[in-house]
């Protein structure tokens, strides 16, 4: 199971990837700080069946990446955005979403992920 993770923080991405390979013994975690090589990499690899990005990146939300991947065609079984602070704007954008998609605060809980993902 490849699951794709996008952060810019290098300590963030890190401590994420730990933290969901930890969660079952076949996730394989490809990390990426910078959204173009994870596009790149997912329009490349079918075979990933999760993303989790996050939402403050210079440059580009989250919501703007998922926002990019639904406009390549690009759907995956599971995704996630994951906020530093549930506030309202970020309530407002993921409520727009036309895709399924979870929103989960900083720092993720395994238990969240885990009930999420059904693993």
Not at 96 to 108: G, N, T, W
């Amino acid at each position: 199971m490849t699951i794709v993770l996008l952060d810019d923080n290098e300590m963030d991405l890190f401590v994420s990837s730990k933290l969901l390979e930890n969660l079952h013994a076949d996730v394989i975690v490809k990390g990426f700080t910078n959204p173009d090589n994870a596009l790149d990499f997912l329009q490349a690899d079918n075979s990933v069946i999760g993303l989790f990005v996050d939402n403050q990146m210079p440059g580009m939300s989250g919501f703007d990446f998922l926002a990019m991947l639904i406009e390549n065609d690009i759907i995956l079984p599971y995704m996630a955005v994951l906020t530093a602070s549930l506030g309202t704007a970020e309530r407002s954008k993921y409520a727009q979403l036309s895709r399924k998609v979870h929103l989960f605060e900083k720092p993720i809980k395994p238990d969240q992920i885990r009930l999420s993902l059904s693993l």
